[in-house]
């Protein structure tokens, strides 16, 4: 049955599957220890979700086993730049999570049982698929048509303005999905069909699928499934792929054999933690998010500590410096699956011409990107940083024309790069 399970996952496009017990992760201790301290900053939905993070049973009672899999987005020609790499592909929610719902139909049918898959969302507000039985034929729900993530929302099935992310959001974008339609004829609410049953009449195999946006600790399923060892900047390495990885799971009812767990092949190596342009790396396998450029650059919505602005050099949207120096590399291969959805313009934006962008160029420029997550404002606060670190007087028209941009976030960010080009170019005189 795991070898049928591999073999599609493969087909499908995955680089790796492996399989976990869903028995809490042994790092929940240490995961709540890190929330205490508030080194999460202002990402409060790790805080929200915590009791489901640190117990699968909590997402899917009566879970048998997590499915891991990882799409490597490696590009051998690639080098780092201010959109870290990840961010220079198609969404690859949308790109894995297709692929995803597919093989978590294919396991529900390994179950045995004649199966449908729908799309709903959670208290949390995750993206994820439920595999349950199908009803009766007198019982089954309407014709099933497909519908934009988009027009759910404006139903009200999903919270307007989500976005799929790492921060457990839903995406908004036009990727078309099946949502059952109400047996009155009209639209459904989108809750799979098991959540509108009685609980205790549940028969068969039911699966949720998450694509980095469910109340999981991936990456330490994934180290316990053997998927990979969590490396000292706290992301998962594979011995096979590198650590430039895409990963998702598959929490399900279904019995599943254990892979045997990866072990920690670090030795003395600290490269990453060297490397940190921020220091967010404060020790082996402790990671500061409040300090992390990407946190930073993604996450943090307001504006960016003056005492960090440096230290994010040219950045404008995540950084690649702790896995890009990591010597498991070497072993880093190109994946099948994203090497397609490659966008090489996003390699070396020009930083002048993005602050340019209003709110339809910003969506029209990055549709269907990661980088949509940022939002106009927070990018164009990144941008004006980038430009205070390393921009010339050449970039000033640009910067003072932001600094009446209606986003008080976006002027306050060009004063101060204003202000740092000016020092430059005065120490230069």
């Known amino acids: 049955m795991k070898e049928s399970l591999r073999q599609r996952a493969r087909e499908l496009g995955f680089d790796d599957c492996r399989v976990t017990t869903a028995n809490p992760p042994e790092s929940a201790a240490c995961f709540k220890q890190w929330l205490a301290e508030r080194q999460h900053g202002e990402m409060t939905y790790l805080e929200r979700t915590a009791p489901k993070r640190v117990d699968p049973q909590h997402v899917l009672p009566g879970a048998r086993s997590i499915i891991t899999l990882a799409a490597s987005y490696h590009n051998s020609s690639w080098k780092s730049g201010p959109i870290a790499r990840y961010a220079r592909y198609h969404d690859y929610h949308d790109i894995l999570g297709e692929r995803l719902r597919q093989l ?43 519908i934009t993530l988009r027009d759910a929302a404006v139903r009200g099935d999903i919270p307007a303005g989500c976005r799929t992310n790492t921060s457990g959001g839903l995406a908004e974008n036009d990727g078309l999905l099946s949502l059952p339609l109400s047996s009155e004829g009209g639209e459904g609410n989108g809750a799979a069909p098991s959540e509108r049953r009685d609980a205790s009449k549940e028969q068969g195999t039911r699966s949720l699928w998450y694509v980095d946006t469910g109340p999981l600790l991936e990456r330490d399923l994934a180290q316990r499934a053997g998927l990979g060892f969590i490396g000292k900047h706290t992301n998962l390495i594979s011995r ?121 160029g910003f969506k029209r420029r990055f549709a269907g990107t990661p980088m949509l997550r940022a939002k106009r404002r927070g990018l164009l606060r990144n941008v004006c940083v980038a430009l205070g670190n390393i921009g010339d007087e050449k970039a000033l028209p640009a910067l003072q ?29």
């Open 104 to 146: 978590a139909e294919f396991v529900c049918q390994l179950g045995g049982e004649s199966t449908r898959c729908t799309l709903h969302a959670s208290d949390g507000g995750e993206q994820r698929a439920s595999c349950s039985p199908s009803p009766p034929l007198e019982e089954r729900i309407g014709e099933r048509r497909p």
């Open 240 to 360: 096979q792929l590198g650590n430039w990885l895409f990963l998702s799971e598959i929490i399900t009812t279904l019995d599943l054999e254990p892979d045997a767990p990866e072990k920690n092949r670090c030795g003395s190596c600290t490269r990453c933690i060297t490397a940190c342009p921020t220091s967010a790396i404060t020790a082996p396998f402790q990671l500061d998010a409040r300090r992390c450029i990407s946190y930073l650059t993604i996450e943090l919505k307001g504006s960016i500590p003056v005492e960090l602005r440096p230290a994010i050099g040219n950045r404008i949207f995540g950084c690649d410096d702790c896995l890009q120096v990591c010597p498991w590399n070497r072993f880093a291969r190109e994946g099948q699956m994203m090497k397609a959805h490659a966008r090489p313009d996003l390699a070396q934006p020009d930083l002048v011409e993005l602050l340019s962008l209003e709110e339809g």
């Open 401 to 429: 024309e932001a600094e009446s941009d209606h986003e008080p976030l976006v002027a306050e960010h060009a004063t101060w790069a204003i202000e740092q080009i000016q020092i430059r170019s005065r120490r230069l005189r």
